[in-house]
């Protein structure tokens, strides 16, 4: 095959010295053609980046390639001198990275940064970067690109500096462009700014795609073809279509279950059981067989081989051998619990017109000089064992809104009442007396306990400070009970945090939060960090939890399929307010704010051949100090008028469960 | 021998501070996060071994600040009715009570046997004179000093280090055996385990540097029982034992600077990060305008106003080394209330940092009291950072303790101190022919302590700082 630009053979790498290093990469092998995009999918911690980064050789110190090849064209990487490397690297072969805000000096302007690998590897227009800069802007899509030469990092916002990232990474023409994780630390609607970018570029200048990943949605939506990696291996690779419509591996199949969707709604999802295994260990059997739930005898006795299936595809399962007790793995989703919770009488929660500003301080006195209106007006109500989803883009002052509940932020103005008793004003004793009844889960599990306390004295912290659970006897069995109920062994109470993974640790920081037997619970995107496997283990438990206890969640999210899943209702947020909610088959099935539509249209969908439309939001959320004069919305709407310039519009009632605020409804 | 315990303020203090430390230690072996750490620490080749050399300084200074009156003979105490005298000295000068009190007249040079000036001598047959005299301690025990006193030296010397050597081994095998009785093995196995560098803790490191101080010790011991080791002084006292005077005054200024200092910055870095608002900004301005003051100013005019206050009430000090020894106490305040700024401001940018966190977020949703997560949540997690700062000041201090002598307003002139020593060296370096082995003796001896402090603080600087975990 001529048209092959990278090839790669039993690449190995190796992290650490001494007796166990981690075998990062193990073996793999793949190829990637011109003009096309292959993914990389796969979950943290199996050696994704370490195989981009051992291609670019900008491996960390401790990581070494034990052997393989990888071909450029008809240029051996790991042959080449240092010198030589280096002009290969954003040369030929271009790279992005995970997190655009530190991926760029920000002491140089923009000019200055792009102008460096123009000077490096466009040796025509050496003497006239300037130019070739403005070009380079203009093909990634940034508005005014003169003004924005000048401009330092902190000016941009962080689509545009993933946008300058890709530009400096074009500035050498490159062949492939290595692309880490590329969206994942933005917003769905500026993920999907980016993500037409990559395939509007790779069809104009026909440079080849390495998409690193472990976003299905991503790959369903620019791959052409993908390749699954586990624990250092790849164990399945495809073309994108086949892929999506039958994985072959029992893992990839069991990753396509996790992902919480509407059709699975009331049912469980479901799970991988346990976590990747240790890569320090030299394996002799399939290393996904502890957690495979078709293996068989010689699953355990020995490693399977690489099986070629089709045109480049291939898979690395026995399974392969014995296709006749291949078990039909489709979906069958579990009716056993359905949605037994009905829109019930009072509501637990209630929130008028909450509003937290944060002052702004300027000078020698610190004078306010204005507000940061993270929170400004918000009305949501939550019934007992009821569940709803405030999604929105980040920094729109979802988490505030949470927070602001818990008295853990002050709130500025409105009110909030729980269970008929007002919050907002409530201080010390009283307030702590009902901190009981309401807690919080964090998105980070590693930052939400002390690394320096036992998990046992973790989660009897609450039961301690609230004085319940009796003496410390019977409080430790309410912590075992507790470790427990959400399928944790008991002997973990005397461990410290970080011995667990990050899965386990967001069972321990739910547990925390029973323990003190709350009725609501604010989950500030509990899953966000956790993989796609493990989300569906904590989902499950939630859902479990919340039919047990009749336990209220405020669901923190940015995650559309999340939603659809577990919400009974929705609220969706635009800086500080919000723009629509009702429930969640009305919000999600027919969205009636342009915000949204917009937003649910920039999701991207697995099940691809759907003709999906998304609709491009230009530019980001404008900054909650200064919010657009009337409807906040209106600079980035396709369908504003003039009135939408001018004032808020009110918030009108749709059904009885539904509210929109834009003028597009009317009563 | 020892009649009546007399305990100084700064040896009250040495004790407390040992105290401290051991709870602490015991407190560190119960916890992961600091075992683990201080586990790195006893791993590397440099952290033990600087660990032995400190340790040898440590055990002088302990043994220095065990003071009582010394009994009298009898025989001189005729019709007194107190049994002891007014004198307070200590252990550590019973130990080496010859070289306290073999004084000379004035100046000699290192393993000299005559003095470092022309005097007048009467010969026996009546006449006088003018040649350099014989010591009277100094190479005493030599009829012919010009010939013999080269290999008296060198047979000295040898005998210094055989018995270095031998007490050596001896230390090894015991110690060996232990290692043996506690890992199961036998004795052969386990010493060739250390030989071979086999063994988690670097045991290997540890003989060879034990070993090396033991033969300087003993080396050190042969000789000064028969000469001036490193010379004598104006008054004639032997430099060497000033030299090691001094070890208590310079660990005592490190160490108990810090215990004065900890307490002020750990609260108010604590709480003006934890409680920002008015707090912060109250200790923020205070330690402001603290560190504007030049601290040179500040110690001087404190230590002015101690001699003042001293010379006016002199009949309240018992002797001179309770004088002296509360000019220490009052240096170490004054350095401590100078030096609390700076660890102060790195705990209240860490507490700013740690009470954003997720933990803390949700101690608060538990209603948990401010006290309680303040000990709970952030104190141990700036702990690291208490220790990196108290044993990286240590050596800074032991430098300042040198300066501020220097310009006399460190110590009291009667105690021994490096500062003093090189004080006193001011003058003598302008004497001609140069008098230079006061400063060598201060400067040999501070420089090895300064420099297995710092070497010590790197290693526990790399093993705590969470930043440099990953990068090895």
């Known amino acids: 095959m001529t048209d092959v630009l990278l090839r790669v053979k039993g690449l190995k790498t190796w992290l650490g010295e001494g007796e166990n290093p981690v075998r990062a990469v193990d073996g793999v092998e793949f190829e990637i053609r011109r003009g096309e995009t292959f993914a990389l999918l796969g979950e943290s911690g199996c050696g994704k980046s370490m195989t981009a980064l051992s291609l670019m050789r900008l491996l960390p110190p401790s990581g070494r390639i034990i052997q393989g090849e990888a071909w450029l064209g008809g240029t051996s990487l790991f042959d080449l001198a240092e010198m030589d490397m280096r002009r290969e690297r954003g040369g030929r072969m271009g790279m992005i990275f995970q997190e655009p805000m530190t991926s760029l000096n920000a002491v140089r302007t923009v000019a200055d940064q792009i102008g460096e690998s123009v000077r490096l590897h466009d040796p025509e227009n050496r003497n006239d970067t300037r130019s070739r800069a403005v070009e380079l802007l203009k093909a990634v899509g940034i508005p005014d690109p003169v003004r924005r030469l000048d401009e330092y990092p902190h000016q941009l916002s962080g689509g545009m500096k993933q946008r300058v990232m890709i530009a400096m990474a074009l500035a050498g023409r490159p ?125 355990t006795r020995s490693e399977p ?39 019930s009488e009072e509501s637990l929660l209630e929130t008028r017109d909450l509003k937290v500003h944060f002052p702004i301080h300027k000078g020698v006195f610190k004078r306010v000089v204005g507000h940061v209106k993270a929170v400004d007006g918000v009305d949501i109500s939550i019934a007992p064992g009821r569940t709803l989803a405030l999604v929105g883009e980040s920094g729109c002052g979802k988490t505030t809104v949470g927070k602001g509940i ?84 008991a002997d973990a109470a005397d461990l410290y945090p970080n011995e667990f993974s990050g899965g386990q640790r967001q069972r321990i920081c739910i547990a925390r939060a029973l323990a003190v037997e709350p009725r609501f619970i604010v989950c500030d995107e509990p899953t966000s ?51 629509e909610r009702g429930t969640v088959e009305e919000v999600l099935d027919s969205p009636a704010h342009p915000y949204t539509q917009a937003l649910l249209s920039a999701v991207p969908a697995i099940d691809s051949g759907s003709g999906r439309e998304v609709i491009r939001l230009e530019g980001d959320m404008p900054s909650p100090a200064t919010p657009p004069s009337g409807c906040h919305f209106h600079p980035r709407c396709l369908q504003a008028s003039d009135e939408c310039r001018e004032a808020y519009p009110v918030s009108v009632s749709l059904s009885d469960t539904r509210r929109v605020s834009c003028f597009k409804y009317r009563r | 021998m020892i009649s009546q315990l007399v305990i100084l303020w700064t040896d009250a203090l040495v004790f407390l501070l040992l105290l401290f430390a051991t709870l602490f230690g015991i407190y560190a072996s119960r ?137 050596s081994l001896a230390v090894a095998n015991v110690l060996i055996m232990l290692l043996a009785m506690r890992s199961g093995r036998s004795f052969g196995a386990q010493g060739r385990a250390v030989l071979r560098g086999a063994t988690e803790i670097p045991w290997k490191t540890v003989f060879y540097t034990l070993a090396l101080m033991l033969m300087l010790i003993f080396w050190s011991a042969e000789l000064a029982a028969k000469y001036h080791l490193l010379g004598t002084d104006k008054v004639g006292e032997d430099v060497f034992y000033q030299a090691l005077k001094s070890i208590r005054t310079g660990l005592l200024i490190g160490t108990l600077t810090t215990l004065v200092m900890l307490p002020a910055a750990i609260l108010l870095g604590i709480m003006a990060g934890y409680f920002r608002g008015w707090v912060d900004d109250i200790i923020q301005y205070t330690y402001t305008t603290l560190n504007s003051i030049p601290g040179v100013l500040l110690i001087a005019a404190a230590i002015l106003m101690l001699q003042i206050y001293m010379s006016n009430h002199a009949d309240e000090f018992n002797s001179l080394v309770e004088r002296a020894d509360l000019r220490l106490l009052f240096l170490v305040i004054i350095l401590g209330v100078t030096s609390w700024t700076g660890l102060c ?30 000990g709970r949540h952030i104190l141990p997690n700036v702990l690291h950072i208490v220790l990196i700062a108290v044993i990286l000041d240590f050596s800074g201090l032991v430098l300042a303790e040198a300066v501020l002598s220097y310009v006399n307003i460190g110590v009291d002139p009667t ?58």
């Open chain 1, 406 to 489: 818990l008295q853990l932020v002050r709130p500025t103005g409105g009110s909030a009442r729980f269970g008929g008793e007002e919050l907002t004003g409530l201080t010390g004793g009283a307030l702590r007396k009902r901190r009981s009844r309401m807690q919080i889960i964090f998105q980070d599990p590693v930052a939400s306990m002390n690394p320096r306390m036992l998990v046992g004295d973790i989660i009897a912290e609450g039961m301690q400070a609230q004085n319940i659970g009796g003496s410390a006897v019977s409080r430790r069995g309410r912590v075992l009970e507790l470790l427990e109920h959400v399928g944790l062994p």
């Open chain 2, 345 to 374: 401001r790195l705990l209240r940018g860490e507490t700013l940092k740690l009470r954003e966190m997720d933990y803390v977020q949700a101690a608060t949703a538990f209603g948990v009291s401010n006290l309680k997560i303040i």
């Open chain 1, 529 to 579: 960090a956790l993989d796609v496997s493990v989300q569906a283990q904590i989902l499950n438990l939630l859902m479990d939890l919340q039919q047990e206890h009749r336990i209220s969640y405020l669901f923190i999210t940015h995650n559309i399929s999340v939603v659809s899943y577990l919400a009974h209702e929705v609220a969706v947020m635009y800086l500080g307010r919000i723009v």
């Open chain 2, 31 to 167: 916890k992961a996060h600091l075992r683990g750490p201080w586990r790195q620490v006893v791993r590397n080749k440099v952290g033990v071994g600087t660990l032995v050399v400190l340790s040898f300084y440590l055990v002088v200074a302990l043994l220095d600040s065990v003071h009582f009156h010394p009994m009298l003979d009898r025989a001189e105490l005729k019709g007194a009715d107190a049994t002891q005298s007014v004198e307070v000295i200590s252990l550590f000068d019973r130990l080496v009570e010859g070289l306290r009190e073999r004084q000379e007249k004035t100046y000699s040079a290192p393993l000299a046997t005559r003095l470092y000036a022309k005097e007048n001598i009467e010969l026996p047959d009546g006449r006088v004179i003018r040649d350099f005299p014989r010591l009277t301690y100094g190479g005493a025990h030599l009829t012919d000093p010009d010939s013999e006193r080269l290999p008296d030296i060198l047979r000295l010397s040898a005998i210094g280090i055989i018995k270095g050597l031998v007490v």
């Open chain 1, 175 to 299: 062949e492939l462009l290595i692309a880490d994780e590329p969206t994942t630390a933005l917003d769905v609607t500026i993920q999907a700014q980016v993500l037409a970018l990559l395939k509007d570029l790779q069809q104009k200048t026909g440079m080849a795609v390495l998409l690193i990943t472990h976003d299905l949605g991503v790959v369903s939506d620019v791959a052409d073809r993908v390749a699954v990696m586990y624990a250092g291996q790849l164990i399945e690779q495809a073309t994108t279509k086949r892929f999506i419509r039958s994985p072959a591996h029992p893992y990839s199949q069991k990753l396509f279950q996790s992902l919480p969707t509407s059709g699975k709604r009331g049912g469980r999802l479901a799970v991988i059981k346990g976590s990747v295994p240790k890569l320090t260990q030299d394996f002799k059997h399939c290393r996904f067989v502890d957690r495979c739930d078709q293996s068989m005898d010689i699953c």
């Open chain 2, 415 to 472: 105690m021994n101190s490096w500062g003093n020593m090189i004080n006193s060296a001011r003058l003598e370096m302008a004497r001609e022919p140069i008098v230079w082995w006061s400063l060598a003796a201060a400067m040999i001896f501070m420089f090895s302590l300064v420099l297995a402090a710092n070497l010590f603080s790197d290693v526990v600087r790399d093993a705590f700082d969470p930043r440099l975990r990953g990068s090895r």
């Open chain 1, 305 to 343: 081989d690489w099986r070629e299936q089709g045109a480049g595809g291939g898979v690395r399962c026995h399974l392969e051998n014995y296709p006749d007790i291949r078990i039909d793995q489709s979906v069958t989703p579990d009716s056993a619990g359905t949605k037994a919770v009905h829109k």
